[in-house]
Every structure is written in structure tokens, then in C-alpha cells.
């Protein structure tokens, strides 16, 4: 048996991408624990993971993130993935490692598996000499000669010239940008009495971790030259059936659409910025008299609230929730805000995207989705009625795009992620030298 310790960040978006991994660790019999914050406990508690909870003034949740990042105007851009870095990923960390010292006196791991951008899991390991995995949950970010820094949204170029760009952005962005981001790193690496590192804090995870997981498939994501030997791409890591889910008394219109070549829409906008103003509403509005069944979803907000029943289109259907692995098979265009395990969800049953986000790292999604040729991004996070209606029309009159995204469904249909990843998981475990 073999002891894992998760760690994460106290966000969704963090968390639920690590659990489909500890499910299947806990499956073969080895002992699991968590530490993260007590909003999100009840995740990693119900695959039957144990958790050691973050204090409560190093936790917050995902409804907390804006005034986190000074004042609380969740602009896209780098200036706001500056702020988020500063204030959310680096100050905190000496009173994490602090924290999981602790942990780690009482779990006792054989092995530390951190998200990306919970970077004190795999510096706390590192102190203490225990192997360490790190896992994506965003599209790669790792700097490189052939892709611009993560953050701009940029298309990736290995010419001559676009080497020159790629080199002359990355020094800016570590050099300039994110030069006081850079120093906070350092000297938080100084304060726990460790070596210094020579790379792009961004750059770490893969520097410190003995194995790096990308969660996705080559396909999605951009050629690099010198991409470590340590990334392995594991393919996604996707939920595995739904628990006590119920179809809706609607679920025969799927069906019927289907049955007679109806296109069927799914339009979601993720968990996180949430403000059905931004894209739900719009594109109720937009494909009203499209000929489409439209599915829309109201996560956190009250779908009778969002919309009355007796203003809804006769083509739409609106919940507040239905499980992506269900109705995804059924869906010829999915319109999203560009979170990435949606995307990831999406493409794996070979649906192409509409994108619409800029927020986080929604413009990285969006990037990729044009470069593999899934799908449209929109390029805004307040996108229009009109160019939604056109956006789904393109989608739906270029097969190209269906093409490509089965292509996709193709190559990830090849891996099992949760089962390469356990499997890394322990092959890192492994290698620990015993003590004595």
C-alpha cells in the first residue's frame, strides 16, 4: 500500500480535476489523504480520500477570488493574472508549507501530488525529500522557444522569427511583467532555506515535480522542442458516471432531435464567473429561432430567476444543471465560456466549440481551440446575440470543425487518464529511497 497526499488549492477548478486520480489510487487500494479548504472537503471525502483542512485565514473559495485580487473586478488580461499570482499563489505559501509540515508528520506520504498552481504541496515535499508529482489544470504553461508566454493568448511559432518573438515575450513577461512576482517567489524559496532556482517561478512546477502530468492529449496542445522529459501527457481526466442523476421530463426531446437530424446546443458558462448576462442570456436570445433544440445551463443561479418559463423560446431548455457525460453524446455544438475540463469534456465526445471567455485562462482554451481546429472563439467574455447565432451557424455549416474535434475524440479515446496517472503516481512512490 502506498500513502498519497493531495494537495490543492481551496478552488473547484483546482480541486475536482485531482479526484477522478485519487479515486483510482483508493480503487487499488492505497491510502489517500487531502489537504485543502473546507468548502470543497466533502470532494476528495466522497471518493473516500481522508482530509487535513487548510486554518481558516489561509482558506477562501471560489466566490471569494475577486476580492481577493484587489477590489474585485474580475478583468481579463495580465494585469489581472499578476494580482491573482500575487495576492492567491505566492504570499501564502511559508503558512502553507507551515501547515502541511504538519500534515506530513501525520500522514506520513510516500508521495506529494500537487495541481499546478498549488506550488506549496511540492515545495513542502521537496523540504522534506519526498518524491512529488504536479498536475495540470489549465493548458500548458511551461515557457518555451516556440510558444509566447501563457497569459496572452498568443498562437505558437517555431520560425525563425516567431523564436525571436517567443524569446524577446518570455523576457519580458519574467523580466518586466511579472519581475516583482519573480522576486516574491525567490524570496519565498529564500525563507524556507531552499536553493535557489534559476527558471520562470511559472517554471517550477516542472523544475521541482520528479513526474509532470498534462491532463489532455498532444493534439490540444502546442508543439515544443524542449518540453522536459519528465511531462507526460496522461490523457483527460474525466468524470466516470454520474451518481443519482435523473433525466428531466424533457430528455425525450433530445431524443427526437437526434432522431430527426435537429441539431442539439449545448450552452454552458462553467463555474466560475457565472453572470448569465454574459453568455447564457445572449445566446438564448441569439438561437431563439434557430432551428435547434438548445440546452442551457444556470449553474448557482435559479433558472425560473434567470429566465421565467413563459419568456423561454420554445426551443430552449433550461436547468440549472445535467451532467456533461450524459448529455454530450447527444450534442452538436457546445457554446461555452472556455472553462478548460469543459472543454476537455466537450471534445473528448467529438462535439466542436463555440468559445467565448478571456477571463483566467480562458484565452489560452480559446487559443488552442482555433489552433486545433475544433472550433470559433469569440475573443470577448460579453459576446453578442448576433455573434453567437453566427458563431453556432459557422460551427454547424463547416464540417471541418465536426471533423477535427472527432479526430480529437479519437485520440483521447487512447488514453485512460485517472489510470496512467495513478499508475505515475506510484511509479514516482517508488523510487523513494528507503531511509537507513
Not at 485543502?36 to 468548502?39: C, D, E, F, Q
Not at 489532455?216 to 502546442?222: C, K, L
Not at 448569465?276 to 438561437?287: C, S
Not at 467574455?381 to 455573434?387: C, E, G, S
Given at each position: 500500500?502506498?500513502?498519497?497526499?493531495?494537495?490543492?488549492?481551496?478552488?473547484?477548478?483546482?480541486?475536482?480535476p485531482?479526484?477522478?486520480?485519487?479515486?483510482?489510487?483508493?480503487?487499488?487500494?492505497?491510502?489517500?489523504?487531502?489537504y485543502?479548504?473546507?468548502?470543497y472537503?466533502?470532494?476528495?471525502?466522497?471518493?473516500?480520500a481522508?482530509?487535513?483542512?487548510?486554518?481558516?485565514?489561509?482558506?477562501?473559495?471560489?466566490?471569494?477570488?475577486?476580492?481577493?485580487?484587489?477590489?474585485?473586478?474580475?478583468?481579463?488580461?495580465?494585469?489581472?493574472?499578476?494580482?491573482?499570482?500575487?495576492?492567491?499563489?505566492?504570499?501564502?505559501?511559508?503558512?502553507?508549507?507551515?501547515?502541511?509540515?504538519?500534515?506530513?508528520?501525520?500522514?506520513?506520504?510516500?508521495?506529494?501530488?500537487?495541481?499546478?498552481?498549488?506550488?506549496?504541496?511540492?515545495?513542502?515535499?521537496?523540504?522534506?525529500?519526498?518524491?512529488?508529482?504536479?498536475?495540470?489544470?489549465?493548458?500548458?504553461?511551461?515557457?518555451?522557444?516556440d510558444?509566447?508566454?501563457?497569459?496572452?493568448?498568443?498562437?505558437?511559432?517555431?520560425?525563425a522569427?516567431?523564436?525571436?518573438?517567443?524569446?524577446?515575450?518570455?523576457?519580458?513577461?519574467?523580466?518586466?511583467?511579472?519581475?516583482?512576482?519573480?522576486?516574491?517567489?525567490?524570496?519565498?524559496?529564500?525563507?524556507?532555506?531552499?536553493?535557489?532556482?534559476?527558471?520562470?517561478?511559472?517554471?517550477?512546477?516542472?523544475q521541482?515535480?520528479?513526474?509532470?502530468?498534462?491532463?489532455?492529449?498532444?493534439?490540444?496542445?502546442?508543439?515544443?522542442?524542449?518540453?522536459?522529459?519528465?511531462?507526460?501527457?496522461?490523457?483527460?481526466?474525466?468524470?466516470?458516471?454520474?451518481?443519482?442523476w435523473?433525466?428531466?421530463?424533457w430528455?425525450?426531446?433530445?431524443?427526437?432531435?437526434?432522431?430527426?437530424?435537429?441539431?442539439?446546443v449545448?450552452?454552458?458558462?462553467?463555474?466560475?464567473?457565472t453572470?448569465?448576462?454574459?453568455?447564457?442570456?445572449?445566446?438564448?436570445?441569439?438561437?431563439a429561432?434557430a432551428?435547434?433544440?438548445?440546452?442551457?445551463?444556470?449553474?448557482?443561479?435559479?433558472?425560473?430567476?434567470?429566465?421565467?418559463?413563459?419568456?423561454?423560446?420554445?426551443?430552449?431548455?433550461?436547468?440549472?444543471?445535467?451532467p456533461?457525460?450524459?448529455?454530450?453524446?447527444?450534442v452538436?455544438?457546445?457554446?461555452?465560456?472556455?472553462?478548460?475540463?469543459?472543454?476537455?469534456?466537450?471534445?473528448?465526445?467529438?462535439?466542436?466549440?463555440?468559445?467565448?471567455?478571456?477571463?483566467?485562462?480562458?484565452?489560452?482554451?480559446?487559443?488552442?481551440?482555433?489552433?486545433s481546429?475544433t472550433?470559433i472563439?469569440?475573443?470577448t467574455?460579453?459576446?453578442?446575440?448576433?455573434?453567437l447565432?453566427?458563431?453556432?451557424?459557422?460551427?454547424?455549416?463547416?464540417?471541418?470543425?465536426?471533423?477535427?474535434?472527432?479526430?480529437?475524440?479519437?485520440?483521447?479515446?487512447?488514453h485512460?487518464?485517472?489510470?496512467?496517472?495513478?499508475?505515475?503516481?506510484?511509479?514516482?512512490?517508488?523510487?523513494?529511497?528507503?531511509?537507513?
Open positions: 500500500m502506498t500513502r498519497v497526499l493531495f494537495t490543492s488549492m481551496p478552488m473547484a477548478g483546482h480541486l475536482r485531482g479526484l477522478p486520480i485519487a479515486a483510482q489510487l483508493i480503487a487499488g487500494g492505497h491510502e489517500v489523504a487531502w485543502t479548504g473546507a468548502n472537503a466533502h470532494l476528495p471525502q466522497k471518493v473516500g481522508r482530509v487535513f483542512l487548510m486554518s481558516p485565514e489561509l482558506d477562501f473559495d471560489d466566490t471569494a477570488v475577486d476580492d481577493k485580487i484587489e477590489g474585485g473586478a474580475r478583468k481579463p488580461g495580465l494585469a489581472t493574472l499578476k494580482r491573482a499570482i500575487m495576492d492567491l499563489f505566492i504570499a501564502p505559501i511559508p503558512a502553507w508549507v507551515a501547515e502541511l509540515d504538519e500534515v506530513i508528520d501525520a500522514f506520513a506520504p510516500d508521495v506529494v501530488v500537487s495541481e499546478q498552481g498549488f506550488t506549496a504541496g511540492a515545495i513542502a515535499a521537496e523540504r522534506r525529500g519526498i518524491p512529488r508529482v504536479v498536475f495540470n489544470v489549465s493548458p500548458l504553461g511551461l515557457s518555451s522557444v510558444a509566447a508566454p501563457f497569459g496572452m493568448g498568443l498562437p505558437p511559432s517555431s520560425s522569427l516567431g523564436r525571436l518573438r517567443n524569446r524577446s515575450l518570455n523576457w519580458a513577461i519574467r523580466s518586466v511583467v511579472f519581475a516583482e512576482a519573480q522576486r516574491a517567489a525567490e524570496q519565498v524559496r529564500a525563507r524556507l532555506g531552499l536553493p535557489p532556482l534559476d527558471s520562470y517561478f511559472m517554471d517550477w512546477g516542472v521541482i515535480a520528479d513526474r509532470y502530468l498534462v491532463p489532455s492529449v498532444p493534439q490540444f496542445e502546442y508543439p515544443r522542442r524542449d518540453l522536459p522529459a519528465k511531462v507526460e501527457f496522461v490523457g483527460p481526466l474525466l468524470p466516470k458516471g454520474v451518481d443519482e435523473t433525466p428531466p421530463e430528455w425525450g426531446d433530445v431524443l427526437d432531435a437526434k432522431a430527426a437530424g435537429r441539431p442539439v449545448l450552452v454552458t458558462q462553467g463555474t466560475i464567473a453572470e448569465p448576462r454574459n453568455l447564457v442570456l445572449p445566446a438564448i436570445e441569439g438561437l429561432d432551428d435547434a433544440l438548445v440546452i442551457a445551463t444556470t449553474v448557482g443561479h435559479d433558472p425560473d430567476q434567470v429566465l421565467p418559463a413563459d419568456d423561454r423560446p420554445a426551443n430552449l431548455r433550461l436547468v440549472e444543471y445535467i456533461f457525460t450524459e448529455v454530450l453524446p447527444f452538436d455544438v457546445m457554446v461555452t465560456n472556455g472553462g478548460y475540463g469543459g472543454v476537455q469534456l466537450a471534445l473528448a465526445s467529438g462535439v466542436p466549440l463555440v468559445v467565448a471567455g478571456l477571463t483566467e485562462d480562458k484565452m489560452e482554451v480559446s487559443a488552442r481551440v482555433i489552433w481546429g472550433g472563439a469569440l475573443k467574455d460579453t459576446p453578442t446575440a448576433a455573434q447565432r453566427d458563431g453556432v451557424g459557422r460551427v454547424l455549416a463547416v464540417p471541418a470543425y465536426r471533423e477535427r474535434a472527432r479526430a480529437l475524440q479519437q485520440a483521447y479515446a487512447g485512460d487518464g485517472p489510470a496512467r496517472a495513478a499508475e505515475a503516481v506510484l511509479e514516482v512512490a517508488a523510487s523513494r529511497q528507503p531511509v537507513g
